[in-house]
């Protein structure tokens, strides 16, 4: 030992180098025991914590969201971030509030009471004085602005406990580092994860009471995931207007397919169930699919397969993560493949025969259209050509019925254009239930009215109050008639209208030479508004009427629609004017059908005339094309017959090498002869043999070297 000292002793060199070693050697065990203790420590804790993920992409995710943004201890996180409630569900519709949402409406009032006192802007700006038209309802309040509802919730990667039965919960919002999506972590300190499957089912049960009255719309992602997108108000069944029986069998179909689940699967067929609804536009199919999945109380999940990043893949990965009890919603089926006419084919196939560069390109956009894909797109000249989706219709069929496709789902498609669809996908087993929508018929006519005016069903005293809400109306229309002159009079006279004045005198501090929009045009007079204008200002509700008048302007209103001619769209839309007033909309149905009919002519003109133009200009743009085909044909011609000839002259030039090889070959053997003669003179007879074989071995070598030199020559 002090032999190793007195070793050690010189490399040490005194005591500060010794005391030194001591702080590194000291430094180093409490950091290793640092790190030992911590990793032993998250070792412990996650051998007792028991960690569950909810991932953005999917359900739970959501159900949790909703569920921490009522915890207050969530929401007054000392970091947090503030962010409207990402599921829209009706505030209005949910019976119960959490006690977050009573605060912050507190908030919210608090806030309220506060500015409702002030006269000025935070900037120092006036008010404005509150709006009035002559003649509106101003006792009728206008609905309130729905209100978006602010969340604070606690910002990345901070923890947070809350209290849950009994049990306190570490709660993390994280983001993955690799998809950039968000991700909830749970954990808690249990023998067994009930705790965490009560906490989910408590989320689910809130979520879906909150979402009792509203129907939830997924829309699918060029990620193959569906994305919530918008969350709407149930509509009722009985404001769909269809003919008899349609609905009826359309709810009692899918209700005993929903019930069927055992049924399908004792026999083994799949469980899906398909329905095609076509026909015209404005008809009412994508109303009818919502308002079943409503009274289902089934979400949608909308596909639109005319989306460019729609492929064989993605369709098939969403088919397979639509949840088991579903509407899945193909709209405008006859949209993922345009099939081109023989025209557009002829003209592609112009186009590709002149693209020579692009031989290979064009033939596999070709083969693409062959196997059903849809292109679209611009080419290098501008035009709309080609930005191909990649769906093809075998990658269609697979998704909606191969092995990775989801069961339970109710699937929807429609289409506007039956006949161009293929066989394949509208075959029974894919869409099992076809409904035609029509243009509207007289009965359909008459429930779209008395869906549209409220009917009072009531006694005397309600016919009474019904007739006064009547004569109200009158007396309001008169009044804005009276009103409307006053305007004229006042454009005349520049003299204050009744309407100014009245304004005035609610509020003396509004600019007497504005208007109600704000505009204090002085250089010219305010022109008179149109007819229609006026219409629109009259009162919008129309007072109940009673049964037999109902029934009376609802035959009216029947009578005069043509049977079958008008979508029902177009007829809400008629109605929708008339809103106020169910006398006029009965009374007026033949000037409005036989103005449509003049209008939908002229339309008609002029569609004509402009198919007959852009057909007049294909036709020029094809024999443009045809032109410079001939042209280039024309061209590759001449340069065939060059390339032809240049072949034929080098044939003959070697043909003529050849000759001249054998000629030399000739004057070779002739001097070979000769030379043989003059030698048999001069040897005898054993000689003479001796030099035959000499000569002949020499001829031998000489023919070798001649026909080598030959095949020299020719190659
Ligand atoms: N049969 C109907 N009953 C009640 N309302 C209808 C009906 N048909 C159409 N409508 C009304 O017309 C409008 C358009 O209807 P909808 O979008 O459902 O028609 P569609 O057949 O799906 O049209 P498209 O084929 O153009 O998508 C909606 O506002 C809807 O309320």
């Given at each position: 030992m002090d032999t190793l000292k007195s070793f050690m002793q010189p490399l040490m060199g005194g005591s500060s180098m010794v005391d030194g070693m001591k702080l590194v050697v000291l430094g180093g065990t409490v950091e290793t025991a640092r790190r030992v203790s911590s990793s032993a420590w998250s070792h412990f804790v996650n051998s007792f914590f028991l960690t569950a993920h909810f991932c953005e992409e999917e359900q739970p995710y959501d159900w949790l969201v909703l569920w921490l943004s009522r915890r207050p201890e969530w929401q007054r996180s000392r970091e947090f971030e503030a962010t409207l409630r990402a599921f829209s569900t009706a505030s209005t519709a949910s019976s119960t509030k959490s006690p977050a949402d009573l605060e912050w409406e507190e908030a919210e009032r608090e806030w309220e009471s506060y500015n409702s006192s002030a006269t000025t802007h935070h900037d120092g700006t006036p008010r404005e004085p509150p709006l009035h038209i002559p003649g509106?309802?101003?006792?009728v309040p206008l609905p309130e602005k729905p209100k978006s509802r602010i969340i604070f919730q606690p910002t990345y990667d901070t923890t947070h406990t809350i209290f849950f039965r009994g049990h306190w919960l570490r709660v993390k919002r994280q983001r993955k580092l690799d998809t950039g999506s968000e991700a909830i972590s749970i954990s808690v300190i249990a023998r067994s994860n009930a705790i965490l499957k009560q906490l989910v089912l408590q989320a689910k049960k809130e979520y879906e009471a909150e979402c009792i009255h509203r129907i939830q719309i997924y829309f699918a992602d060029a990620h193959g995931s569906w994305r919530w997108t918008d969350s709407r108000a149930k509509r009722p069944l009985g404001s769909i207007v269809l003919n008899p029986g349609v609905k009826e069998m359309l709810v009692e179909d899918t209700k005993d397919f929903l019930r069927s689940e055992k049924w399908y699967m004792d026999r083994g067929i799949p469980f899906r169930r398909g329905y095609l609804l076509y026909g015209v536009p404005g008809s009412g199919k994508s109303s009818l699919i919502h308002a079943l999945a409503g009274y289902l109380q089934l979400d949608i999940y909308v596909v639109s397969l005319s989306a460019s990043w729609i492929s064989d893949s993605t369709l098939t990965s969403l088919m397979g993560r639509v949840p088991a009890r579903c509407v899945v919603l193909l709209e405008d089926l006859d949209a993922a493949f345009t099939r081109s006419t023989s025209r557009e084919d002829e003209e592609e196939a112009l186009l590709n025969s002149l693209n020579s560069t692009s031989t290979s390109n064009n033939k596999s956009n070709s083969s693409r259209r062959r196997n059903g894909h849809r292109s679209s797109g611009r080419n290098s000249g501008g035009d709309y050509l080609s930005d191909v989706n990649t769906l093809s219709l075998s990658g269609l069929l697979n998704a909606l019925d191969g092995v990775a496709a989801a069961e339970g789902r109710l699937l929807f498609a429609t289409t506007n254009?039956?006949?161009?669809?293929?066989p394949a996908l509208s075959r029974p087993g894919r869409m099992d239930v076809w409904i035609e929508f029509k243009n509207a018929s007289r009965w359909q006519a008459e429930a779209l009215f008395r869906n549209f005016f409220p009917c009072d069903e009531g006694d005397e005293e309600e016919e009474n109050a019904a007739k006064e809400s009547q004569e109200v109306i009158e007396r309001r229309e008169r009044e804005v008639d009276e009103a409307m002159k006053s305007i004229k009079v006042e454009m005349a006279s520049s003299a204050p209208s009744p309407a100014d004045s009245r304004r005035g005198s609610r509020n003396s501090s509004s600019a007497s030479t504005k208007d109600s929009f704000g505009s204090s045009n002085t250089a010219y007079p305010r022109p008179p508004p149109d007819a229609d204008v006026r219409e629109k200002l009259a009162r919008h509700s129309a007072a109940p009427l009673d049964r037999k008048t109902l029934a009376e302007l609802a035959k009216t209103f029947a009578d005069g629609v043509p049977e079958e001619e008008f979508s029902v769209a177009s007829l809400q839309g008629y109605l929708l004017k008339h809103k106020s007033n169910p006398h006029l909309a009965a009374s007026t149905i033949h000037d409005w059908v036989s103005s449509e009919r003049t209008l939908r002519a002229t339309m008609a003109k002029e569609k004509a005339a402009r198919e007959e133009k852009a057909k007049a200009a294909k036709e020029k743009r094809l024999a443009e094309l045809k032109e410079k085909k001939k042209e280039k044909e024309e061209k590759e011609g001449k340069e065939k017959e060059v390339e032809e000839l240049k072949r034929k002259l080098k044939e003959k030039e070697e043909e003529e090498e050849v000759e001249r090889m054998r000629e030399k070959l000739r004057e070779k053997e002739k001097e070979a002869e000769a030379g043989k003669k003059t030698e048999e003179g001069a040897t005898t007879k054993e000689e003479a043999k001796e030099g035959e074989k000499k000569k002949e071995v020499d001829e031998e070598d000489e023919d070798k070297e001649n026909w080598s030199d030959a095949r020299d020559a020719l190659s």
């Open positions: 509106a309802d101003d006792d254009h039956l006949e161009k669809l293929d």
